[in-house]
């Protein structure tokens, strides 16, 4: 068995993550940023020509990037956001790299995603938010796309996957503001600086979704996360149906 904890940001997913783990050691538990065999967060993609010049421009952190690289074919994944550097900029350059935020067209991005499914027959994981955040968010906020796209595409998903064994937990925010004001407390520097609340706030206004509407309040934010919240339960209920349970977010038993 494998198991998917999905929700939007605040929801609980690593909290439930962690909790699954005790239960399941026999698990291997996959969070954002780790190398996944089916998830591409924080982690770049590159053809051999642009690894070796990353490897050229970056040497002194040659070392550290081969030991979070892994070869896919004729391309490269590199787990940046693991690798230590005082320097942003390189940071900024890797991410260049993923495939999320409209860096690629949707059809390489599509390509990319369902044949990752295809090939994926591990069985034993837990993965934090490899089906949902990262995706819907990308097809909303930077594609534009209609909600009735998106389920087309979570279609294609579902055939991807219906051979492998897994059960999806989507926790469900009822009230999505109190959940991200209390994770802004807890996400903060030594300074008290709301850098992830900051971040986050970042990511959504310079979206073309977000620029197109003017929306750029945290009032804006919220009403983006109840869409994707009541999108991304469509897409259980209707393409996922008996592989979801649906938990209210900081109120399960497991």
């Known amino acids: 068995m494998n198991y998917f904890v999905e929700g939007i940001q605040g929801s609980g997913k690593s909290t439930l993550v962690r909790r699954l783990s005790e239960k399941h050691p026999e698990c291997r538990t996959i969070m954002e940023g780790d190398y996944s065999p089916i998830e591409l967060a924080w982690c770049g993609r590159m053809s051999d020509v642009q690894y070796s010049q990353v490897l050229e421009r970056w040497n002194d952190l040659k070392d550290q990037i081969c030991s979070k690289s892994h070869k896919e074919g004729d391309c490269w994944i590199v787990c940046y956001t693991q690798i ?4 942003r900029e390189f940071y900024r350059q890797l991410e260049n790299y993923e495939i999320y935020s409209g860096r690629t067209t949707f059809e390489e991005y599509r390509d990319i995603v369902l044949t990752r499914y295809q090939n994926w027959h591990e069985d034993n994981n837990i993965f934090e938010c490899s089906l949902f955040q990262n995706a819907v968010e990308d ?12 389920l087309d595409f979570y279609k294609e998903v579902w055939s991807a996957l219906k051979d492998k064994e897994y059960e999806i937990y989507y926790i469900e925010s009822p009230d999505i503001r109190k959940n991200l ?7 903060v520097d030594k300074d008290g600086k709301e850098i992830w609340f900051d971040m986050l706030m970042e990511y959504f206004n310079s979206s073309p979704y977000a620029k197109k509407r003017s929306m750029n309040r945290y009032e804006d934010l919220l009403m983006h996360l109840q869409h994707r919240q009541a999108l991304e339960l469509q897409i259980c209920r209707k393409i996922f149906k008996e592989k979801v349970t649906v938990i209210e977010s900081k109120a399960y038993d497991l």
């Open 139 to 150: 097809m909303i906020l930077f594609r534009d796309m209609p909600d009735d796209a998106i």
């Open 181 to 187: 004001d209390a994770v802004r407390r807890e996400r």
């Open 84 to 87: 230590k550097s005082e320097d």
